[in-house]
């Protein structure tokens, strides 16, 4: 089991690469409106900064919309594999325990055998 320290820790952690990425994925968007705009050399500075924006502002919503759907994805996906896990654990513990069993009655038996001769 982890202690509240370590898990604490994580939580820290994933905080810190969520925001890493995020800040990444906003520099990715501003590149890209950069890259789009330069397409466009007909707008004037002040229409430039307005594209520049929106499409900056589209980008983040986008991935936003993408992340949390991944997100929720990955929530999903852990429940569902928890579930089989838990599953799988029991059934090898119970092959485990009817082995253990059967090989303690053949063993009974073969020493009830052995001394009744």
Not at 5 to 21: H, K, P, S, W, Y
Not at 79 to 102: K, Q
């Amino acid at each position: 089991m982890r202690s509240a320290a370590e898990m604490q820790l994580d939580r820290a952690v994933n905080e810190i690469e969520g925001f890493l990425l995020w800040e990444a994925e906003k520099d990715r968007a501003r590149t890209r409106a950069e890259a789009f705009c330069a397409g466009l050399p007909w707008l004037t500075d002040t229409q430039r900064r307005e594209v520049e924006l929106r499409y900056c502002q589209d980008q983040r919503e986008a991935s936003r919309a993408y992340l949390e759907r991944i997100a929720t994805r990955s929530a999903a996906l852990r429940t569902e594999y928890e579930g089989v896990y838990r599953a799988l654990r029991r059934r090898l513990i119970t092959a485990f325990l009817s082995g253990t069993v059967a090989m303690v009655a053949l063993t009974t038996v073969a020493a009830i055998g052995l001394g009744a001769r």
